[in-house]
């Protein structure tokens, strides 16, 4: 079955510095990576993906995520972090077959929250 | 607003009651998830529909938890005789194709 691990319960960056938040995936055949963001009382925003292509992928806000397949991992980055990007992060993976049907369903990690310190 | 919406955003209900939420994903959207998420847990896949097509449903769904999108535009998700152990905030999201998926700002339910 399909999982990704978030090993941090919680990450806590000063602002302006680097952020790294980390992900693992273990699936069968080609992984479907996603990072989501969530702010209090939210919904999931969607922040990037890695279908295909290049290991480095960009996405919203000014974060990025580096796909490592030789050790399964999906870390979300971003350059110099802001106040406002505190949040709960979750990696996730599509299921991709399951029970002989072809789901497009998302596995989530457990969440990583983020906090930016001025 | 072009985003998936949903209805109520609360729901305050009495053990044994039944609900019901509803979903409007994007409008070009044939697909359409309900997810739900507890606290500190991340979501977790409920059911998946194709146009009006049901095409999964997780086991996690007993026979109290019904979903429809008839006409495959907006969905419905109902609980019958709701538990405390229901409480939870319910998402919904919709995709076109088999990348990302687009959550709405969620129903929460709380059973008291």
């Known amino acids: 079955a399909q999982s990704v691990a978030q090993p941090e319960d919680q990450v806590n960056v000063a602002e302006g510095n680097p952020l790294t938040v980390k992900c693992t995936y273990s699936v069968s055949g080609n992984p479907y990576l996603f990072w989501y963001v969530q702010y209090p009382n939210r919904g999931l925003q969607f922040l990037l993906k890695?279908?295909?292509?290049?290991?480095l992928v960009k996405g919203s806000y000014g974060f990025e995520a580096e796909f490592n397949k030789s050790q399964t991992s999906f870390h979300l980055k971003k350059p110099s972090a802001l106040v406002s990007d505190s949040a709960l992060y979750f990696c996730a993976v599509r299921d991709g077959v399951s029970r002989g049907v072809n789901t497009d369903k998302l596995i989530f990690g457990t969440g990583t929250r983020l906090q930016v310190f001025p | 607003d072009t985003g998936v919406s949903q209805n109520p955003r609360h729901k305050i209900t009495k053990r044994g009651q039944n609900v019901t939420f509803r979903c409007d994903p994007i409008?070009?959207?044939?697909?359409l998830y309900w997810y739900r998420q507890t606290l500190g847990q991340g979501p977790e896949f409920l059911t998946y529909?194709?146009?009006?097509?049901?095409?999964?449903k997780s086991r996690l769904l007993s026979d109290r938890f019904s979903a429809e999108r008839p006409k495959g535009s907006f969905s419905t998700l109902e609980i019958q005789r709701t538990e405390q152990g229901d409480s939870a905030m319910y998402l919904c999201?919709?995709?076109?194709?088999?990348?990302?998926?687009?959550f709405g700002p969620g129903t929460r339910l709380t059973v008291t």
């Open positions: 999201a919709s995709s076109a194709h088999s990348y990302e998926q687009y």
């Open positions: 890695y279908i295909t292509g290049d290991n």
């Open positions: 409008s070009e959207h044939n697909r």
């Open positions: 529909f194709q146009n009006e097509a049901q095409l999964e």
